[in-house]
């Protein structure tokens, strides 16, 4: 079984030569000793490898004697409301989210959908299953299949409570959004123009990953044809969104965060990661709520959010969470909020964001480097003038620019994020930084 598989925040490999049945099976075994539960939940995405996995998992889970409530083909927003509404004491979802076909792999929850980190749940979970001694159960677990889309598309609406009369076109990949989008969106208001809506784990028209601009192609063609008020697009497991302008323009993700910092409060807490503008912000805080900036990471952001009481944070990469979805996730609730933005305001979305494009970024930029850590010192001392944060990696900020740079959980890899007041100053910074990680 090979380690590099149990990631920071979930398991995910190639299947067939990193992940197969007899490791999901090991999984399944080692998720039951290392939960102690009786019933968890688990639900699977459109890829052609997760039926067989999903069925060598639930084999293991049910040999150590857990009962599985089995919910099928789901996104995994549906998969957390699943957790929370059914009442299970934890679950498995098989996914590889945004990765390419060739990929898939298993998210897992604690009871209320709390997500398992590297540190508490995953690493034990790998050392169990690569121990595979597990203590025979004396009962063996049951599989109960359950139908929840229903009851999720009713829980969607009552959160929303309007839902507005656009037109938007909305490519969901190929991926589990495929799924829930109609079903929430029959016989409402809103007109969706639905593209890429087969479920198949093949990904026959674009990668599903929103973050990657060459994925919009499609998209942005059809919102122009369609004269739409702007387009979205989601990922694989659909607990991602990104969003285009009713001109074709790309809105980048922590500007969304801004946009719709101004739909809560006053005096809610907004949670945003620190890649993110200035403006996220200073958005938060015209709107008389209290900004929370939080470290990268799913896991992180949700449990700050419960901490703290947040109700939504935005996070760079495209997930957007909510305390109303269980501080979890909702590609589906941001695609709402942001209609219904756009509704009030009565200005289209490009006219929305302009005065939020008011500083210049580098977009985040990945080096290669073997000794991570030294190089992140070396960084520190050379800008120890500058205001210095240690929350994830190193954080510099200055009157007129800052800069974040931290270590890829997974790969040899330093993450750099850099914003600046001027373009020319953002380009100089980038290449300066970049220059003292390289050599």
Not at 252 to 277: H, M, V
């Amino acid at each position: 079984m090979k380690k590099e598989i149990f990631k920071a925040y979930d398991i995910r490999g190639l299947y067939g030569s990193e992940l197969d049945e007899d490791t999901a099976y090991k999984i399944g075994k080692a998720f039951a000793e290392f939960l102690k539960k009786k019933i968890v939940v688990v639900g699977m995405d459109m890829r052609t490898s997760s039926i067989p996995l999903k069925k060598s998992l639930i084999k293991g889970l049910n040999e150590q004697g857990l009962d599985v409530l089995d919910i099928g083909l789901c996104s995994t927003p549906l998969f957390y409301f699943a957790v929370n509404f059914l009442k299970a004491e934890g679950g498995i979802m098989v996914t590889a989210s945004h990765n390419p076909a060739e990929y898939n792999g298993f998210k897992c929850v604690k009871e209320k959908a709390i997500p398992l980190t590297f540190d508490e749940g995953i690493s034990q979970i790998r050392d169990l299953a690569e121990k595979n001694k597990f203590k025979k159960s004396k009962i063996k677990g049951k599989v109960v299949k359950k139908e929840i889309l229903h009851e999720y598309c009713n829980f969607i609406l009552s959160i929303v409570k309007h839902i507005p009369k656009l037109k938007v076109v909305a490519d969901t990949s190929n991926g589990m959004e495929g799924l829930t989008l109609p079903a929430v969106f029959q016989n409402l208001d809103m007109e969706i123009i639905h593209i890429n809506k087969e479920l198949d784990g093949t990904f026959p028209n674009h990668e599903a990953n929103p973050l990657k601009h060459e994925n919009y192609f499609e998209l942005i063609n059809e919102v122009k044809q369609w004269k739409a008020d702007f387009g979205c697009m989601f990922d694989g497991d659909a607990d991602r969104i990104g969003f285009c302008d009713e001109k074709g323009n790309v809105v980048a993700c922590d500007i969304i965060t801004a946009l719709l910092a101004k739909t809560f409060g006053p005096k809610e807490k907004i949670l945003y990661d620190l890649r993110s503008s200035w403006a996220v912000k200073e958005e938060i805080e015209k709107a008389k709520n209290i900004p929370i900036i939080s470290r990268v990471g799913h896991s992180f952001i949700k449990s700050t959010m419960k901490k703290e009481n947040v109700v939504f944070g935005g996070e760079l990469s495209g997930h957007y969470y909510y305390r109303d979805h269980f501080f979890t996730e909702s590609g589906l609730l941001t695609l709402i909020k942001v209609a219904q933005i756009v509704e009030k305001e009565k200005k289209p979305l490009s006219k929305l964001v302009a005065p939020l494009l008011r500083y210049y970024q580098s977009t985040e930029i990945n080096s290669k480097v073997k000794e991570k850590e030294a190089k992140m010192k070396e960084l520190e001392k050379i800008y120890k003038d500058g205001k210095i944060m240690k929350l994830d990696g190193i954080s510099v900020e200055y009157k007129d620019w800052w800069f974040n740079v931290r270590a890829s959980n997974t790969e040899p890899l330093l993450r750099l994020n850099l914003e600046a007041k001027s373009k020319k100053l953002m380009e100089e910074k980038t290449k300066e930084i970049l220059k003292i990680i390289k050599k």
